[in-house]
Structures are given as C-alpha cells and as structure tokens.
C-alpha cells in the first residue's frame, strides 16, 4: 500500500514532523519520489510501529537507531527485544487488584482522609482509576494490608507513609547494588556488542529468568535474620532498662546521596567504599573535638 506522509503520519499516530525528524535522524528510510511526491509504504509504516514499540520499551533514539541498523544488516531484534520483555516483566506473582473509595475509609477507621490518601496516591500505593471518582487501582493488595494491619495496631497514618518512604529508599539502593553486582560479574559479557548478537541477548534472558527470584531470596534471608537478632536485643532493653543502648555495638546504616557515593567509588573503588566513608566520618569527628578543645583552652586563659 501507498502512503503519503499526512495518511502515514494517521495510520502510524506519529505527526508529519516527528516522521521527517526520523528520516533527518537515519531512523526511517527516506520515501520514493515520484515527480513532485513522496510515497512511503508499508515498510515505512512498520518502522515507524517499531520505533514506536521501542520508544515504549523505554530505548532511546540513538539506541533504536543502532538496534535498526543491526536488523538492516540482517540481526534480528528478537533476541534484543525477548531480553527487553524478560526485564520488563513482573518481578512478583502478585496480582493488582480495586477498592473503591467506601471499601478504603472502612479499612482505615471509617473516616474519611483526602491527606492520607493523597499521600497513597503519590507513593504509588494507589492509583486512580481514569473515568471513575470512586475507585481505585491497588498495584500490591500486600502492602496495602501491611497499612491495614499498621493502622488498626496504633500506628498513624503519616507514621506509615514516613516509614515506607524511608524503607523504599534502602530497598532502592540494594536493588541498584544487586543489578550493579549481576552486571559486572555475569551480564557484562553478554553486553559488550551494541546491540547484542541474538544468540548473547537470547542467553541473557534465559539468566534473567533463573536470577529474578534471588534478589527476594536474599533479602527474605538477611531481613528474618536482621529481624531474629534486633528483636531479641530490643525485647532485652525494654525489659532491662540497665543494658547498653541496644544498637550501640552493631553496624549503622546510613542514607547517603547516590552522587556521594558514585564520587567515592570512582576515587577508591567499590570494595574500598565502605572504609573510606567510615575514615572520613572519623577524621572529621577527630578535626571538631580537637577544634572543641583548643576553643576551650583559648576561653578559660
């Protein structure tokens, strides 16, 4: 079939000025010329599908182009696209689920809070429905119980959103480390074509597959032990008011910028990261108490 860029442009969504930016851009096949006209067909119409598909994916343009040029040179996309959908797929079993706004006050007392729930809204614990004012979309049914089981224990509802806050933080940060570590010591070699070859991309999603559920083993694991061993020294304290302060003794965990800590590990390396934070923190505490005491000296003469 015959297009011209207006009828392309409808068939494809795309406007007339995002197609010719395409072409400037080496991403689309220039048309046919035929006298005064330019003709496309429904290869451009495909392309442009692609791109499009791709520009979902998340893919850049200058990413798209070299993924395009590799299929033109005949390496297909499939394998590239199978890694693409494999990463992009759920990493939980669970299902989203809806409550409507009369389910959601019930949950919570029976009052009515449009803080709070703006405040779901924004943590993306609920989404609003489009076209319904009453309803509203539950990404994880657990964590939403989680809150249920919080409020209904004595905990205020800013408490909980404090707390889940501060705990997607931390979460965040292990799961950078652990797709940083998977890379570096099972991905990279997969990676170093751009884009891979359709036998590398194919083998790497088959990896994705197998270490998908490790990430969760991990944390399940550290989080029942870290629980067993604070719960027991916190159940300790309060039934012993003369112990130390029960996290005297054990390691801290402390949020820091994530450009602090790119800057730290291009200084002194990933394995060295950790002692040199905790030099640093000690030579600093060290410069300020030397400061106190000379400022006390200098005041008492």
Known sequence: ?????????????????????????????????????????????????????????????????????AWDAGRGLGGVLGLAAEVDGPWTDEKADRITRAELDA???GTPD???????????????VQGSDDEFLVPSPQELAVA?????????????????????????HIASRFLEFTTEHVFARYLGNHPPTEADAAEAASLVRRLRPLAQ??????????MRLFATLHLRRHLDPELPPEHADLPQNVA??????????????????????????????????????????????
């Open 107 to 109: 949950a919570f007392g």
């Open 256 to 301: 820091l910028p994530a450009a602090t800590m790119r800057a730290v590990r291009a200084l002194v390396g990933e394995e060295n990261t950790p002692a040199f934070i905790s030099a640093a923190a000690e030579r600093e505490v060290q410069a300020r108490t030397l400061d106190a005491l000379a400022s006390t000296h200098l005041k008492s003469e």
């Open 114 to 128: 449009e803080a709070a729930v703006a405040d779901a809204v924004a943590l993306g614990v609920l989404e609003p």
């Open 217 to 226: 083993q991990t944390v399940d694991a550290e989080l029942a032990r870290a």
């Open 148 to 172: 249920v089981e919080l409020y209904a224990a004595g905990v205020p509802l800013s408490a909980i959103s404090g707390h889940l806050r501060e705990l997607r933080g931390q979460v965040e």
């Open 1 to 69: 079939m015959e297009y011209r860029i207006e009828d392309l442009a409808h068939h494809s969504g795309a406007t007339v000025r995002t197609i010719r930016a395409y072409q400037d851009r080496g991403l689309l096949p220039r048309p046919e010329r035929r006298g005064r006209s330019n003709v496309y067909g429904d290869a451009h119409l495909a392309r442009l599908r692609q791109i499009a598909d791709l520009l979902d994916r998340g893919y850049t343009l200058a990413s798209i182009k070299e993924l395009l040029e």
